[in-house]
Nanobody
Framework: QFQLVESGGGLVQPGGSLRLSCTSS????????VGWFRQAPGKEREGVSC????????SYADSVKGRFTIFRDNAKNTVYLQMNSLEPEDTAVYYC???????????????????WGQGTQVTVSS
């Protein structure tokens, strides 16, 4: 059973933008680092970006640096991924995952995550 819910995916043209959201109705996210991951057909799941419990530190995959921004609004119990300058190579199912702990840094490994969402499809195509 999925504890997180993603939204905001869709079809967009190259160069366009999307904002993904990750929230939970079952628990508050302010005690969790949250990461965004993606998986394209035939490829392994890869880390895209992550943010610590208080937003004090973020991390990005090299492929998205300068184009994607992760941020959180703990008052709304939501973590966002703003995706700009989208490329066809960004096409994938995007997942958010939460890892409990008050760490100073987060990591982009899909391992040791406590909760996952069921994913939202992002398709970049003309």
């Amino acid at each position: 059973q999925f504890q997180l819910v993603e939204s905001g995916g869709g079809l967009v043209q190259p160069g366009g933008s999307l904002r993904l959201s990750c929230t939970s109705s079952r628990f508050t996210l302010d005690a969790y680092a949250v990461g965004w991951f993606r998986q394209a057909p035939g490829k392994e799941r890869e880390g895209v970006s992550c943010i610590t419990f208080n937003g004090g530190s973020t991390s990005y995959a090299d492929s998205v640096k300068g184009r994607f921004t992760i941020f959180r609004d703990n008052a709304k119990n939501t973590v966002y991924l703003q995706m700009n300058s989208l490329e066809p190579e960004d096409t994938a199912v995007y997942y958010c995952a939460a890892e409990g702990g008050f760490f100073r840094r987060c990591d982009l490994s899909p391992n040791r995550k406590d909760y996952w969402g069921q994913g939202t499809q992002v398709t970049v195509s003309s």
